[in-house]
C-alpha cells in the first residue's frame, strides 16, 4: 500500500508542467510521507545512545538520513508548483492560448524604438 502511495505521489510530482495544482498536491503527500519516516529516527534501533543523538549505525539507521534531503526537495517543490499556480491564474487570455502553440507558430514580437 505504502509503495502504491509512493509511486502516485512521483507520478504527482512529475506533473508540474502540465498541471501545478496535482504537482502541489504530490508535493504535500511527499512532505507527509518523509515526516513520517523521519520520525522512525527517534524510535530506529539503530540509533547510538553512546556516541550522540545524531549517530546511527550503518545498517538500520543510515538510510533514513536521506529523508532530510528529500523532505528539504518536497518543500522547495511545493514552492515551485505554487509559483507556477499563481503565474498561470494571473496571465492574459491572450498569453494562455500563446503558451499552447508551438514556437515556430507564435507571432513574432517586435519591438518599436
Known amino acids: 500500500m505504502l509503495g502504491c502511495i509512493e509511486i502516485a505521489t512521483a507520478v504527482l510530482l512529475g506533473l508540474r508542467y502540465v498541471a501545478p495544482i496535482a504537482s502541489a498536491i504530490g508535493s504535500v503527500l511527499a512532505i507527509g510521507l518523509f515526516a513520517t519516516t523521519l520520525s522512525f529516527i527517534v524510535t530506529t534501533p539503530g540509533w547510538e545512545p553512546t556516541l550522540g543523538f545524531p549517530a546511527l549505525s550503518a545498517m538500520p539507521g543510515q ?3 536521506k529523508d532530510i534531503l528529500l523532505f528539504g ?3 522547495w517543490s511545493l514552492g515551485e508548483s505554487l ?3 499563481v503565474a498561470r491564474r494571473f496571465r492574459s487570455p491572450e498569453d494562455r492560448a500563446m503558451n499552447y ?3 515556430t507558430l ?3 514580437q517586435v519591438s518599436a524604438e
Do not use: E, M
Open 63 to 65: 538510510f533514513l538520513l
Open 73 to 75: 526537495a518536497a518543500v
Open 83 to 85: 509559483k507556477a499556480i
Open 101 to 103: 502553440l508551438p514556437q
Open 106 to 108: 507564435r507571432p513574432i
